[in-house]
């Protein structure tokens, strides 16, 4: 069952580090749209916060799965964060941040189910302490 629960962190610091990547691509392919086309319209105060709370949440999905991997009892802490993370910014971007365009829309979904998958996770985890699988 160890190897279980440390197979789970490995895929969310995985996971972690898949997102943060894509973060950091998005930034720099704004700024490189910016220095080629000057007149392109900057990104909105919008589009910038939910940058900045999804790099968050990335860096407490990596951060989750390496208290998990190491089998640490604050992992419990770091999931719930990072599942009230994860909420706070569904529920922000469902008024201030709506999908345009069916490809947005699509992406919206699958962060939805990613969020309803971590939900479990983060219940499995929130019940290794009792199971005694947590150090």
Same mark, same amino acid.
């Given at each position: 069952m160890e190897w279980a629960? &440390?197979?789970?962190? !490995?895929?969310? !610091?995985?996971?972690?580090?898949?997102?943060? &990547?894509? !973060?950091?691509?998005?930034? &720099?392919?704004?700024?490189?749209?910016?220095? !080629?086309?000057?007149s392109s319209p900057p990104s909105s105060i919008t589009e910038r916060a939910a940058d900045v709370m999804l790099a968050m949440g990335s860096v407490l999905v990596l951060a989750s799965g390496a208290a998990l991997m190491m089998l640490q009892p604050w992992a419990v802490l770091v999931f719930l964060a990072c599942w009230g993370a994860q909420a706070a910014y569904l529920l922000w971007a469902q008024r201030w941040y709506r999908p345009r365009d069916p490809i947005s829309a699509r992406g919206r979904r699958q962060t939805l189910n990613a969020f309803a998958v971590y939900s479990l996770a983060t219940l499995l985890v929130l019940s290794m302490p009792l199971a005694g699988l947590l150090r």
């Open positions: 629960v &440390r197979g789970m962190g !490995v895929f969310y !610091v995985l996971a972690g580090v898949l997102a943060l &990547r894509q !973060v950091l691509i998005n930034w &720099r392919l704004e700024r490189m749209i910016a220095a !080629v086309l000057p």
